[in-house]
């Protein structure tokens, strides 16, 4: 059976859109894929074609490709990442998890740490959360806003209007110099969530990825849901959309976000440099000395 089409573009947020994610975005949607064995083959299909276009992406080295994650815990982030991106070349491939600050990052701005880890030309990066914790936890606890050393007309109440207007010029900046922004939220139900917590205490071998501290901000979920959707409304652009993914099935999540990286890659029209006519002439001047050999 053929594989089947994905609309990606029912999963971009419209820019200064208003939404809900309870409302808008279904956690369980599967498009008409009934199960993970049907996706099988079109998610290998589309891994085998981003290693073709991560080839072409070093060898151009005109763009790079800047690619974001975000999520509640549990969502599968992590595992997203290790699927979709498993076919490509770990040479030309970065990955970034975003922790709390350090004492260094605290004495500079909230963008300097996501400067410092920005993918040179022909590369592949990817951010496993990003800056915009600085509009997510941030929000949400206030006292890690406190900890952020500003001064003090620089947390008024006009701060996360302001940040999501850094952000945007931020972004448009990076992709104004090549590198294309792709964002994901990762849309995991609380139900869910909660599924997967329970799995990692009672599976032995998942007990490594499990923490109190993810059960805890559960009571937070409503306030991080208004945060999120405030985020996109601001947040995504025409030049930088937000694709919000549905994330309670993973080999679903996996899927899409595979076949939106295609997509995006497929609309900078990679080509492979064309050698000048000088360039030419010294090939065939290797060549014909590699043939003269004995």
Same mark, same amino acid.
């Given at each position: ?93 970065? /990955?970034?998890? !975003?922790?709390?600050? +350090?004492?260094? &990052?605290?004495?500079?701005?909230? @963008?300097? *740490? ?67 922004? /792709?964002?994901? !939220?990762?849309?995991? +139900?609380?139900? &869910?969530?909660?599924?997967?917590? @329970?799995? *990692? ?74 050698? +000048? ?18």
């Amino acid at each position: 059976m053929s594989a089947l089409k994905i609309s990606t573009r029912q999963f971009m947020v419209s820019p200064d859109t208003k939404i809900k994610l309870e409302r808008d975005f279904d956690p369980a949607y599967t498009s008409d894929y009934l199960d993970k064995s049907q996706a099988f083959g079109k998610l290998e299909q589309d891994i085998q074609q981003l290693a073709q276009y991560q080839d072409i992406l070093y060898a151009q080295n005109t763009y790079a490709l800047l690619v974001i994650f975000q999520a509640m815990d549990a969502a599968g982030k992590d595992g997203t990442i290790k699927h979709v991106m498993s076919g490509l070349n770990p040479q030309g491939c970065q /990955v970034f998890s !975003f922790k709390a600050p +350090s004492a260094e &990052e605290l004495d500079h701005d909230y @963008l300097w *740490r996501s400067f410092k880890a920005l993918p040179e030309r022909g590369r592949i990066g990817i951010f496993n959360r990003s800056y915009y914790e600085e509009v997510l936890v941030a929000r949400v606890h206030p006292e890690v806003l406190d900890r952020q050393q500003l001064p003090p007309d620089a947390k008024g109440k006009g701060i996360w209007k302001q940040r999501f207007r850094e952000i945007n010029h931020f972004e448009q900046y990076l992709v104004d110099n090549g590198i294309i922004v /792709v964002k994901f !939220f990762l849309n995991v +139900s609380k139900k &869910e969530q909660k599924k997967r917590f @329970l799995e *990692r205490i009672t599976n032995p071998e998942k007990n490594w990825k499990f923490s109190l501290n993810d059960v805890q901000e559960r009571q937070y979920w409503d306030d991080y849901m208004h945060a999120y959707e405030e985020m996109f409304r601001y947040t995504s652009t025409e030049y930088a959309p937000w694709y919000i993914i549905p994330a309670d099935h993973k080999w679903f999540t996996r899927l899409t976000v595979a076949s939106i990286l295609c997509d995006r890659m497929k609309q900078l029209n990679l080509k492979y440099p064309i050698l +000048s006519d000088d360039q030419q002439k010294h090939l065939k001047s290797a060549q014909a000395m590699l043939e003269a050999e004995p």
